[in-house]
């Protein structure tokens, strides 16, 4: 199975930016997506999850600003975040977790600067 980020790249404070990531490449079923983060000498953390029944968990560093959706049909998982700022700057990873394994996307870098 592959996961194929998009939507990265330089944000201005205050703006908004959306991330998608499809699954591809194999027969399998969601239990639950998402997405997590490294900033540089920082480790990974979670952003937000989804489970395939739509419940979904967010960090308090980002709760109230982003949301996270599901599209079950295309296997792909957003991220929509508003107002982003210096901090949220990182390399955000898809993760995929199905019944009998967890994926992860190559990452897609987040820069929020003016």
């Known amino acids: 199975v592959q996961l194929q980020a998009s939507g990265g790249g330089l944000v201005q404070p205050g703006g908004s930016l959306r991330l998608s990531c499809a699954a591809s490449?194999?027969?399998?079923?969601?239990?639950?997506m998402g997405w997590y983060r490294q900033a540089p000498g920082k480790q990974r953390e979670l952003v937000a999850t989804i489970t395939r029944g739509g419940v979904t968990n967010y960090a308090d560093s980002v709760q109230g600003r982003s949301t996270i959706s599901l599209d079950n049909a295309k296997n792909t998982v957003y991220l929509q975040m508003n107002s982003p700022k210096p901090e949220d700057t990182a390399v955000y990873y898809c993760?995929?977790?199905?019944?009998?394994?967890?994926?992860w996307g190559q990452g897609t870098l987040v820069t929020v600067s003016s």
């Open positions: 993760n995929l977790r199905a019944t009998t394994f967890v994926s």
């Open positions: 490449g194999g027969i399998f079923s969601i239990n639950v």
